[in-house]
């Protein structure tokens, strides 16, 4: 049984930090890409930043870029996402998502497994 599970959610001011983690397990993490998604309320889930399973190759929402880091340790089955300088407009439930497909990967329908997802709330 696949599971993710993301932590390290919270209450931060703006530009503040904070960093969330998404353990996995019952798959071989090392053969799946990654991404972060996240969704504020009355809004769709929209894509925040992927890592490919080889961790050579990121690729950031235009949103986030330049603030938001995602990283991987395939030794831990965790993947991370490093978030600095917070907006209010980055209040969301992030969602860290799993695929066996190596294309498209800002797309959410292209993700075969999904977390529960971690409220951040940055306040102003």
């Known amino acids: 049984q696949v599971q993710l599970v993301e932590s390290g959610g919270g209450l931060v001011q703006a530009g503040g930090s904070l960093r969330l983690s998404c353990a996995a397990s019952?798959?071989?993490?090392?053969?799946?890409?990654m991404g972060w998604f996240r969704q504020a309320p009355g809004k769709e889930r929209e894509f925040v930043a992927r890592i490919t399973k080889i961790a050579g190759s990121t690729y950031y929402a235009d949103s986030v870029k330049g603030r938001f880091t995602i990283s991987r340790d395939n030794a831990k089955n965790t993947l991370y996402l490093q978030m600095n300088s917070l907006k209010p407009d980055d209040t969301a439930v992030y969602y860290c998502a799993a695929t066996a497909s190596g294309w498209d990967l800002s797309l959410s329908g292209r993700y075969d497994y999904w977390g529960q997802g971690t409220q951040v709330t940055v306040s102003s």
């Open positions: 019952g798959l071989t993490f090392s053969v799946y890409a």
